[in-house]
């Protein structure tokens, strides 16, 4: 991991990998959206409103997930000062905040054919809106730096402490009573028939990688204005 | 209740949103590349 926090090295990578990662993912979540809205049955339960199944799950896995990785970041960043850290958790910042209000968005759009409501002020839903808070925190207190090359020690503390929502997502529709079913996806296999279950693994991933994406492109962007102002600076100073 | 218009607008807001953030990440890498390239060719 020390080896890849240099920022040569990791352009030497980054470049390549930015349009294989996209176009694999634009390709697999296109397949797994046609086949999610096309291909599959209706749910004996739920009818043809199961379908927002495939991007609600994805985008519900990136924005926790994002939330993890700025987690991580930030305690790299705490603990081993690695330069590129605070550039990643500045990066995955904005792109985890638009997957959580899309999985607050589509699970509001699928809960009124299905439970007959837009909102429910349950342990799911209003711990994800949390999250969606603390990415708007956390991009607020980034974007009052001056340096974007890196963020503050109070931002990355910020995205650690925030990570004790993440388990509270996991754990909330077990803990308490919920509108939300439990966990269909666990270690211990699915309870989702395969049938309906297919295409939601080629969204998953192919979501995924758009997001890695998307995250390398913005990582390259803040790495070269990083640079550039570096640059002019020397250059005013000389 | 027909389910389909809320499936249309689910997917419409995610396609948008997806696209949007795609668009806006290259544009931007683009230009800051670009503008770094163009200092370093100067000098």
């Known amino acids: ?238 | 209740m027909n389910h389909w218009p809320f499936i249309i607008a689910a997917y419409a807001l995610t396609f948008a949103g997806t696209f949007t953030i795609l668009v806006l990440s290259y544009l931007s890498m683009r230009r800051a590349e670009a503008a770094l390239a163009a200092l370093e060719k100067d000098k």
């Open chain 1, 1 to 238: 991991m020390h080896a890849f926090a240099n920022p040569a090295r990791f352009l030497k990578i980054a470049r390549p990998m930015t349009p294989f990662l996209l176009v694999i993912g634009l390709m697999l979540v296109f397949g797994g959206c046609f086949s999610g809205l096309f291909l599959t049955p209706p749910d004996y339960l739920q009818g043809e409103s199961v379908r927002i199944l495939y991007i609600h799950v994805p985008a519900a896995w990136l924005g926790m997930g994002g939330w993890s990785a700025i987690a991580i970041a930030s305690l790299v960043q705490l603990v081993w000062r690695h330069p590129l850290a605070g550039i990643a958790g500045r990066a995955i910042a904005l792109p985890g905040a638009l997957f959580t209000a899309i999985c607050l968005v589509t699970g509001s759009i699928w809960g009124r054919p299905t439970w007959g409501t837009w909102w429910e002020w349950d342990g799911r839903m209003t711990s994800m809106l949390v999250l969606l808070f603390l990415y708007i925190g956390y991009m607020a207190l980034a974007n009052s730096e001056d340096d974007r090359a890196s963020v503050s020690r109070a931002t990355a503390i910020f995205g650690v402490v925030g990570a004790i929502n993440i388990p509270i997502i996991n754990r909330s529709v077990v803990w308490w009573n919920s509108l939300h079913q439990g966990p269909s996806i666990t270690l211990k296999g699915s309870t989702i028939a395969f049938e309906l279950l297919w295409p939601l693994a080629l969204t998953v991933v192919g979501f995924s990688l758009i997001f890695g994406g998307i995250v390398l492109m913005r990582m390259r962007a803040n790495l070269a204005e990083a640079k550039l102002e570096a640059r002019l600076r020397r250059m005013a100073s000389l």
